[in-house]
Structures are given as structure tokens and as C-alpha cells.
């Protein structure tokens, strides 16, 4: 019997993907990329951020990457976002040329440079429901027109995708579908982490050498310092803790990640007298963020919207509870009284009784975030997403 053909993709990212290691979008393309080459014929395909660097390594195996565009990291006159989308629709014949069976697409504005009548399939996942330009801080009218000009950008992917593959927890799929009608299919995904690098085994880290106390309680936060992801509030919430817990002095607060924010909450945190109680620890590998996981106490997220967080998935590997505020992309993760709590408000001072009682219940819901993390590990969820795309070819 003559042997199938394996089918041909083209992963196609709208980033650089030696944008690492804080990024969920970069994290779930380059992990899954053993996988995708399992059962896939796989090419890569990203934007060069002049990083020199023309590959990835994933899972041990290295990984080309080709270039369709190229972006400036310093001052601009044009937006890496235009930037991106003009050269793509430039190179696009070149890229249809190479005979895909699909086009496996991350950022929803690359499809603006696809004709809609292309021949391959055309698979996106969107890294989650909300709006990624409803926090971007400028003026009404260009914010307005920002999101409303994004709106229309997934609309035209949903509709002229074989597949939407959603980034989101069990209840954003009914109100995405409700925004953007289609025939098409769309499917929920959840995002996992890499379970080698994130496990219960971890050596944690030793506090002294990090200045702190041996019997310091740590709350984590993780992620880009930005608007979406507010780390402003994450300091202020140290500071109500500070003014209304009793005994307040052994908490401290770590922030891994950098980003635009970065000055403005090291500011905050001085202005509020808190700024010895925090370690800003910048950009860290990702063995070191699993070491820290390990040794914390309660992961603190804080963003305005989420897709499905992969620190979450982290987090929960490494047997942490969670508090985080009510938005989209966490309640397949975090379950309120048994390894976390959902806070229904963006008020610092609500933060303080659900930060506490995870404290008080630090090993028991650290050990029912390890039975919860069983359901996101890569093998279940890089297989359901193989056969999803391999339904759709």
C-alpha cells in the first residue's frame, strides 16, 4: 500500500519568534512545534526583529525560520503593525507559491494581506475573545477607531477561515460565536505549558539569596509589564495588604517580566512605600520563572483580559493556588475554594481576604492545582489540535 502524503502547513506568526520567554502566543507556536512536525510537513514563517537568529529550538530539535517581513524595535514613523501586513501582502506570492495545504495563521491582521480566495485552507487561532487594542492608552477617538478597525479584522479572518481554533476557557466560546456569526467551524483550545520545565520536581529557589527572609510569603506575578496585563494594580494590592492585614511584613510581592510599564510601577511602588517589599526581577528564562513558581505562594494575576493564560497552566504544574480578578480565560483553571479565588472587582482592597485565605490554604489547593494542571498538558492538548487541523485538510 503506497503511503499517505504527509499534508504541507504554513505556520505563520505575526511576531518574532525569538520574542521569548514571556509571550503565550510564542510560547504555544514554539512548543507545539515538535508535534505540528510529527504529523505535519511544517514550515515556520515570522517577521525578523534583528535578532540575527534564524531558528528556534524546540523540544530539542531546531526549528528555520523564514522571514515574510521585518520590524524596528526603536522609533518609528510606521507601526510594526502596518509594517508587518504590507510586506506580507508584497511576499505573499512567493509564500502561496509553495504548494501548503493550509495556512496555519497567529495574529487575525495577517489575513489582511491573504487574497480571500486563497487556495490553501486557512486555519487562525486567535489567542483569545477580547479586544487586544481596548487598552491601548491613547486618545478617544484614536482608541475608538483602533478597536473598531480590529473588530473588523477578525470578522474577515472568522469568516474566510476553514478553522478558528479560540484561545479561551469553557465560557467565551457562546459569546465569540454570538460577535462573529459564521458557518465556519470554531473550536475552543486550551493552552498548556511545557511540563518539563514546569513540574512539582523543581528545585526552588533559595530566598536569602534573593534577599528575602525564609519565612517570607510570596505573591507571583508573571508577565509583560503592560496595560492589558496591569501590573500597577498587582502593586497596589501589595499596598492595601501592607495597611490592612495584621501582620503584613512577611508578605512580599516578585515581578518577573518587563515591558512599557516597568518605570511607572517601580514609581508606584516608592510613592506607596512599598518598593522594598517588591523584587522586580525583569525578563527571566523560563527554567528560572518554574524555579520561582516553585518556591512562591500564590500566583497573582492581574490583567484586564486574558485568552487562556499559560502561566496559569505553569502555575498549576508547580502546585500553586491562584487569586486573580473576574475576566475571560480563567475558570477552567482557577476554581474558586478549591485552588484559588475569582475576584468579582478591580478594587485593590478586595484583593486582600482572597490573597489571605490563599495563604491559609497554601498546600491543599497547591495540590488540587496539580490534579487540575493533568488536564493541560502538551501531549492532550497538542494532539486534540493536530486533529482538529487534520479534520479541516
Not at 477580547?130 to 474577515?156: C, D, H, M
Not at 503592560?226 to 492585614?245: G, N
Not at 512580599?252 to 512599598?274: M, P, S
Not at 525583569?282 to 492581574?302: E, K, N, S, Y
Amino acid at each position: 500500500m503506497q503511503a499517505q502524503t504527509r499534508k504541507k502547513i504554513a505556520v505563520l506568526c505575526s511576531t518574532d519568534y525569538n520574542t521569548y520567554p514571556v509571550g503565550g502566543m510564542m510560547s504555544f507556536i514554539k512548543d507545539a512545534a515538535p508535534a505540528l512536525s510529527q504529523r505535519f510537513d511544517v514550515d515556520f514563517w515570522g517577521v525578523d526583529a534583528g535578532s540575527g537568529l534564524d531558528s528556534f529550538t524546540s523540544g530539542g530539535e531546531d526549528f528555520p525560520v523564514r522571514f515574510f517581513a521585518n520590524v524596528r524595535t526603536g522609533r518609528k514613523l510606521i507601526p510594526n503593525l502596518v509594517r508587518v501586513t504590507w510586506q506580507l501582502r508584497r511576499n505573499r506570492a512567493a509564500l502561496l507559491s509553495e504548494g501548503y495545504d493550509a495556512l496555519y495563521i497567529h495574529g487575525a491582521p495577517l489575513n489582511l494581506a491573504l487574497p480571500a480566495s486563497a487556495t490553501p485552507k486557512r486555519i487562525n487561532h486567535l489567542h483569545g475573545p477580547n479586544n487586544p487594542l481596548s487598552s491601548i492608552k491613547a486618545g478617544f477617538l484614536i482608541q475608538r477607531g483602533a478597536v473598531t478597525w480590529y473588530e473588523r479584522v477578525r470578522k474577515k479572518a472568522v469568516q474566510e477561515s476553514d478553522l478558528v481554533i479560540l484561545a479561551a476557557d469553557k465560557e467565551g466560546l457562546a459569546p465569540f460565536k454570538d460577535r462573529y456569526p459564521t458557518q465556519k467551524m470554531i473550536v475552543t483550545l486550551p493552552n498548556f505549558c511545557d511540563t518539563t520545565t514546569f513540574n512539582i520536581g523543581v528545585l526552588p529557589i533559595e530566598k536569602p539569596d534573593a534577599n528575602l527572609d525564609a519565612d517570607d510569603r510570596i505573591l507571583l506575578f508573571v508577565g509583560r509589564l503592560s496595560r492589558e496585563k496591569d501590573p500597577l494594580l498587582a502593586v497596589r494590592i501589595l499596598a492595601r495588604i501592607r495597611s490592612d492585614l495584621s501582620e503584613p511584613d512577611d508578605v512580599k510581592l516578585v515581578v518577573i517580566g518587563d515591558g512599557a510599564l516597568r518605570q511607572e510601577a517601580e514609581t508606584l511602588a516608592r510613592d506607596l512605600g512599598v518598593h522594598d517589599h517588591i523584587r522586580f526581577l525583569g525578563l527571566q528564562p523560563r527554567t528560572m520563572i518554574a524555579r520561582w513558581m516553585r518556591t512562591a505562594d500564590v500566583l497573582l494575576l492581574t490583567s484586564q483580559f486574558e485568552g487562556f493564560p499559560v502561566v496559569l497552566t505553569e502555575a498549576a504544574q508547580c502546585g500553586l493556588p491562584m487569586v486573580c480578578p473576574e475576566i475571560t480565560g480563567v475558570h477552567d483553571v482557577v476554581q474558586p475554594g478549591r485552588n484559588g479565588v475569582i475576584v468579582e472587582s478591580r478594587d485593590p482592597a478586595d484583593f486582600v481576604a482572597p490573597i489571605a485565605e490563599a495563604l491559609a490554604h497554601r498546600d491543599d489547593w497547591g495540590r488540587r492545582s496539580r490534579e487540575i494542571a493533568a488536564q493541560y498538558t502538551p501531549d492532550i492538548v497538542l494532539d486534540r489540535l493536530c486533529r482538529e487541523i487534520a479534520d479541516v485538510l
